[in-house]
């Protein structure tokens, strides 16, 4: 078996007060899987999400992701992992207003040092493949919960990524939009994208996710992989 594309080894997070945020955590996430992470408000799931994206790091214990030791990197390591290995989707999109779709998408490849006209290219095979190319010179603002969250799905996409990590990917969404962005993560594992979610949302969960995973107090209370499709 090859080795999987996150490897947490003993990892412990604790802050200047109260129990520790993670507790002896131990998890490996094969490349192709659909990973849901739930619990209760203070379980771990924001605190290990930003320990694999690089933007904390551990108090004890080590962070692997695509072979890369994360909890070791610099700061400015940190960021370059960011935009070459991993692609990031938030709950509120976090696009830039005064940038038109097409520019949002273009970002990561801008930050990269990608050539515009490769980078282009890409970005219109996404916004395409995504079902928004008609949004390309449109401003986020004009869009709908869920075109705004296609689009942030293809600003992540961009670099392609080894693994897209997604934070309540449906928490700001109705009913109908999160339902597309379900069906659309669906479609991404299907082809085989590594997802990483942490989210609130169980129907999230139950139809996406190859696995799931319960945190409760900084510890695994429950791991399960099932077939979904």
């Known amino acids: 078996m090859t080795a999987p594309i996150i490897e947490i080894r003993d990892v412990s997070k604790a802050y200047d007060v109260g129990r520790p945020a993670l507790a002896d955590l131990n998890l490996d996430v094969q490349e192709g899987d659909a990973l849901a992470v739930l619990g209760p408000s203070g379980s771990g799931k924001s605190t290990l999400l930003n320990l694999i994206a690089g933007l904390d790091k551990p108090s004890r214990g080590s962070v692997t992701v695509a072979g890369l030791r994360v909890d070791e990197l610099t700061e400015t390591a940190s960021a370059e992992y960011r935009r070459a290995r991993i692609g990031m989707v ?10 038109t779709v097409e520019d949002n998408v273009l970002l990561p490849a801008q930050l990269s040092g990608i050539p515009r006209g490769k980078a282009q290219l890409r970005a219109a095979e996404l916004l395409d493949r995504l079902g928004i190319a008609r949004h390309t010179r449109a401003f986020p603002g004009r869009l709908s919960g869920g075109e705004r969250q296609r689009v942030a799905v293809a600003r992540a996409l961009m670099n392609r990524p080894a693994l897209l990590l997604a934070d309540e990917p449906t928490g700001a969404l109705d009913s109908v939009a999160a339902a597309d962005v379900r069906a659309l993560l669906i479609e991404l594992n299907a082809d085989g994208q590594t997802i990483l979610l942490v989210t ?16 409760v107090d900084g510890k695994v209370f429950r791991d399960e992989r099932r077939a979904v499709r």
């Open 90 to 99: 938030f709950q509120f999109f976090n696009l830039l207003d005064d940038l």
């Open 200 to 215: 609130h949302d169980v129907a999230l969960a139950r139809s996406c996710a190859t696995r799931t995973l319960e945190l």
